[in-house]
């Protein structure tokens, strides 16, 4: 059962949003800005719809929540359902476990878009500090269908079997023939009333997202081929997910990440050709936040709530990139990202919630990309034109993964120097 798949994946998409608009000003990866140059940049990336997610066997399944409203899951509904229920499991427990309004599933899809502000200054030549501004829109829709009707007639027919020697059964089983058929409203009563979420349906939101710091040091000064290194915090300045919303999804995951990252590349056929990659790794510090207790592993939804000590796992990122520069102004590129993030981690006075919420945690993602840059750096620097600036098209394509959902991005970037 997938109730809160979509909840539980929205998680990843801080991780999985993240760009730069700073590094790599002027081509390569190693590249940074010239003394006292300073830089500004605007980018725009685009989720396509996000309506599947990769699971722990690397198998893809559709976001759903599906919910059998059985005694068990209804009688807390309304006080009259309750009597009802208590009575019919006091005088036949098997009438009890079978009874069903019916089966109701809900499918969700999502989109997010995120756009981010970027500034760069050139320190000295080997040295830029950066800072990188993302904000966020999403949407999630939701919609409920019903998969299997009530089964009162089975119920009555297990209560007549004991019918002519208990006249209590006799009534139970009239009460039941003239339930009302169930409906999608008795499902948002129950996710309502029983378990205290706010009802399943549409959602949307925007706003600021976590804000990157950062800098950039060259370590070489030859011409066609270098090695930088650059470090960076990530503030938790973006909302988080609110434990009342199944559908929701956080623009950042609340807690302050420290990072450092190294890279290189190397320029071929006197630089028509750029081979680049880079490593960085990312400690997440841990947070306290308010989180529902589940007390199944399978059915996640929780009536209560509590305060957890949150250590996400620490994410390692890797990227390799091709590129062919065809002029002074336009270039292509094909590159290959993966993402690596560990098992989360959680302390609480709730010994085995904290076990179940670190089940499946951890992810793993692999995208595949294709870009062209329309750049007039190369132009400045021969004095042809009197500014530099570039615009970069890339599209990603998700070919595997581990609890992560299954996504396209599209994304527009401009910088522009001065």
Do not use: C
């Not at 200054?121 to 019903?146: C, D, H, Q, W």
């Not at 058929?181 to 948002?188: G, I, K, T, V, Y």
Request: no cysteine.
């Amino acid at each position: 059962m997938y109730y809160d798949a979509m909840h539980h994946s929205t998680k990843l998409l801080k991780a999985l949003f993240m760009f730069l608009i700073i590094p790599a000003a002027f081509g390569s990866y190693y590249d940074t800005l010239p003394e006292g140059v300073r830089t500004f940049g605007f980018g725009y990336v685009h989720s396509g719809s996000i309506n599947s997610s990769y699971g722990t066997d690397r198998d893809q399944f559709d976001y759903l929540i599906r919910q059998d409203l059985n005694a068990a899951a209804v009688s807390g509904a309304h006080p009259a359902l309750k009597s009802y229920f208590d009575e019919l499991k006091r005088i036949d427990p098997s009438a009890y476990d079978s009874f069903s309004f019916g089966e109701y599933e809900g499918s969700g899809e999502a989109e997010v878009n995120v756009k981010g502000l970027g500034f760069g200054y050139g320190i000295s030549k080997k040295l830029t500090v950066f800072g990188i501004v993302p904000i966020y829109s999403a949407e999630v829709k939701m919609n409920v269908n019903r998969t299997a009707g009530n089964n009162y007639q089975h119920v009555q027919s297990l209560l007549s079997q004991q019918g002519n020697s208990s006249d209590t059964a006799y009534l139970m089983s009239q009460i039941t023939g003239i339930f009302p058929d169930a409906n999608p409203e008795l499902l948002q009563s129950i996710i309502v009333n029983n378990f205290g979420y706010q009802p399943v349906g549409n959602w949307s939101a925007s706003g600021l997202g976590d804000i990157e710091l950062g800098a950039m040091y060259r370590l070489t000064e030859e011409t066609d081929y270098g090695i930088a290194i650059a470090g960076g915090i990530i503030l938790p300045t973006g909302r988080v997910d609110n434990p009342d919303i199944l559908q929701d999804t956080g623009f950042g995951d609340g807690q302050t990440d420290l990072y450092a990252e190294i890279g290189g590349g190397i320029s071929f056929f006197k630089g028509k050709l750029d081979i680049d990659s880079s490593v960085r790794y990312a400690y997440q510090l841990s947070s306290t936040k308010t989180l529902r207790v589940p007390e199944d592993e399978v059915f996640r939804l929780s009536p209560n709530k509590g305060e957890f000590t949150e250590k996400l796992g620490n994410r390692i990122e890797y990227m390799a990139k091709s590129t062919w520069h065809w002029n002074d102004w336009i270039s292509s590129y094909g590159l290959y990202n993966y993402t690596y993030i560990g098992s989360a981690e959680y302390d609480s006075e709730f010994t085995e919630a904290n076990r179940i919420l670190a089940i499946n945690s951890d992810s793993e993602t692999q995208l595949l990309g294709a870009g062209v840059t329309l750049s007039t750096t190369t132009l400045f620097k021969k004095g042809i034109l009197a500014v530099p600036a570039s615009v970069d098209l890339v599209a990603k394509k998700m070919v595997a993964g581990r609890n992560t959902p299954k996504y396209s991005r599209y994304e527009i970037q401009f910088k522009i120097f001065f």
